[in-house]
């Protein structure tokens, strides 16, 4: 098993990745907490903060497919600064909302930075193989999960504090400088396909994506499909985190116990980031500590994977009762303990059997069923509350919804040795 700080010190192109991913990452929670501010200000609505979550993901539902089809075909550093840039530019669009009329111009900024975002997380996940050696992924993937914990909590508390003193405008100034900060150090990042690949690379992408035009993009999804439905264990894994964000309606559950029920801040910000913050204290570490504790035998890999759903419930049922807002950060804390093991660790499980060749559309297929969810369950979530659910209810509704799932990952991954991953043609 390597070790992560010697990964960090050895792997210069990680690195590099890594730090990128620092910056783009702390940004971003700032930017969420000043979305959750703003549109709590403006509307009031616990509905239009879930269209603001449906419009967050769905997108990535939409694009995240053929998006998969062009991480696959360009050089997936392309990809990545080119999202990155984009980005940057569409959250100052956000500098211009003023006002309730203006709430169009916000919906569509949004929905246009992340169907930017489904081609660089695709592309993020499947560039990481060429970046790493295989013993590497599972540490690589739990030092991404921890940085993605780590700034979650990080930048949520400083979107909080920066949004409930200097204004919303400055969290999105921050955020747009943070993308093109991510994008000049991914530039110096070298990637080279690994030996043994490169062959099949080649031969897979051709001259460039205006190759064989639509038919021959939609040809390639299809395979990418038909790769997932083929291998048992890989579908399962391809799903795991659409099936973990069917609860995603936690993401507007944390901003209506932080406005609603423990108010700490110009109109609850505080409260907000600090609740954000919990996701992201200690569970960075969670996967870290797993790994230590059981190794990184795919049998434990898998196995923790599906436990992970159950802890997720017991942190909602605990949030549930809790009579302060520090117990229930606390029991936010626990709760993403589980959320972070299943994400990493289904992550290096898929960068180990996939492929490499069609990483990208595996992962853009993962991105759009997970994004998908969230959207869904956020948006319900959102009427729930508007129908007069209380959050304390929402919470035990959510935790049921992991439970089930949860059920239904145990009997997927438990038992039995998986079928090695095989390539497969589809007409």
């Known amino acids: 098993m390597v070790g992560y700080v010697a990964l960090l010190r050895r792997n210069r192109n990680f690195r590099r990745l890594w730090y990128g991913q620092v910056v783009s990452q702390l940004g971003d929670w700032l930017d969420s907490i000043a979305l959750f501010t703003l549109m709590l200000k403006l509307t009031g609505s616990g509905q ?30 392309l990809v990545l600064i080119a999202s990155d840039l984009g980005r940057a530019a569409l959250v100052l669009l956000l500098l211009l909302v003023r006002g309730p009329e203006d709430l169009w111009l916000l919906y569509a900024a949004v929905i246009a930075k992340v169907s930017l975002a489904a081609f660089f997380e695709p592309a993020r996940a499947a560039i990481l193989p060429s970046l790493c050696a295989r013993d590497e992924l599972v540490a690589a993937n739990a030092i991404s999960g921890a940085t993605w914990s780590a700034m979650l909590a990080l930048g949520a508390a400083l979107g909080g504090l920066v949004a409930g003193t200097l204004g919303v405008a400055t969290a999105f100034w921050l955020d747009s400088l943070s993308f093109v900060l991510s994008a000049a150090l991914i ?7 690994r030996p043994e690949t490169r062959d099949s690379r080649e031969e897979t992408r051709g001259p460039g994506p205006e190759a064989g035009g639509v038919g021959q993009a939609l040809a390639e999804l299809r395979e990418g499909f038909g790769y997932v439905l083929a291998h048992r264990e890989v579908f399962w894994l ?3 985190k659409a099936m973990w964000s069917l609860g995603g309606g936690v993401l507007l559950l944390l901003a209506l116990f932080g406005r609603e029920v423990f108010p700490i801040g110009r109109d609850g910000a505080l409260s907000i ?26 049998r434990f890999l898998r196995r923790a ?7 997720t ?10 009579p302060g807002l520090p117990l229930a950060a606390l029991a936010v804390l626990f709760a993403h303990i589980g959320g972070s093991i299943q994400w990493v660790f289904s992550t290096a499980l898929l960068q180990t059997r996939v492929p490499d060749r069609l990483l990208g559309r595996v992962f853009a297929i993962e991105y759009a069923a997970l994004t998908l969810a969230t959207a869904l369950s956020a948006y319900f979530t959102g009427l729930a509350r508007d129908a007069g659910v209380p959050p304390w209810a929402l919470s035990l509704g959510l935790a049921g919804v992991f439970l089930a799932v949860g059920a239904v990952m145990v009997g997927a991954l438990w038992h039995g040795r998986p079928e090695p991953a095989a390539e497969v043609t589809v007409g």
């Open 273 to 298: 980031g600090l609740l954000y913050a919990a996701r992201g204290v200690v569970t960075g570490f969670a996967p870290l500590l797993a790994q230590r504790l059981g190794g990184d035998g795919e």
């Open 48 to 77: 239009a903060v879930g269209l603001l979550l449906l419009a967050e993901f769905l997108p990535g539902a939409l694009v995240g497919p053929l998006a998969g089809v062009v991480v696959d075909r360009l050089p997936r550093k």
């Open 187 to 193: 530039a110096t990042v070298r990637v080279a396909a």
């Open 238 to 240: 391809t799903f795991n």
């Open 305 to 311: 994977t599906a436990l992970a759903f159950f802890v």
């Open 313 to 322: 419930a017991a942190g909602y049922v605990a949030l549930s009762g809790a």
